[in-house]
């Protein structure tokens, strides 16, 4: 960090006020790329958690500014079930930093595994603030060689996320209204929602949904959950019977 201390009240309020302005997921993780640099940090992830049983629990990013081969690298080796940061993250509504996570690697050798791989991306120390919605368990978190955590960055940190995450569900929301078909007779899903129920009855996931209709995998995930309410069904399974009983899709 440069000698003369940052004004981060005034980081914080600025980089609110630019995500006003912002209209694209795109543009969210440039600018959060930019303001977070202010910090220390190098890379940052915004992500969901959906509830589900124990040994079905993933994590989705809704955005993703981790370096690229560590994202790759973290999903081919399923780190997330030993990750000891997200582990935290479940148990807990208040942000912490990394350092403050105790594990013990003797009981669990692949959480420092995980810890050690991420370091050789400079993803020494962190800053997570978890958020617990009702369908889900979502947090952000960011990382670097030495961010600065001087009481009033933190606090700055902490607004700067949460208004991220905040825009970052409205453009994912917003995104599936513009691109929603009007209501033609009884159909009552849209064609996003059709898609995803198809591509679901054909046995795909939910991320294999995403890279063949070229759209995030949180959007997939909205727009199942959308056809689910709007089908009385309790899980995607159940939404697929129903849309094919009521022939909005066929297979």
Known sequence: ??????????????????????????????????????????????????????SELKQIALLNGWPQEWSSLYEREQYFRHDPMAAWAMRTADPFKWSDVRYDPDRNP??????RNAADFGMKEGFAIPIVRTESLDAITMAGERPDFDHTAKRAIHLIGLYAHSKTLALI???????????????????????????????????????????????????????????????????????????????
């Open 1 to 54: 960090m440069s000698a003369i201390v940052a004004d981060y009240r005034k980081v914080a309020f600025d980089a609110i006020d630019e995500f006003d302005r912002i209209a694209t997921p795109h543009q969210v993780v440039r600018h959060m790329a930019s303001t977070l640099s202010q910090f220390g940090f190098s890379s940052f992830l915004v992500l969901s958690i959906p509830n589900a049983p124990q």
């Open 110 to 115: 692949q959480a420092a595994v995980v810890m």
């Open 173 to 251: 929301r917003n995104h599936d209204v513009r691109n929603n078909d009007a209501v033609r007779g009884q159909k009552v899903l849209s064609r996003g929602e059709r898609e995803a129920l198809t591509w679901t009855a054909a046995g795909k996931s939910s991320w294999e949904i995403s890279v063949i209709l070229g759209i995030s995998e949180a959007t997939v995930i909205w727009r199942i959950q959308r056809a689910c309410a709007k089908l009385n069904a309790v899980n995607r399974t159940q939404a697929v019977v129903n849309a094919i009983r009521a022939k909005e899709i066929s297979i």
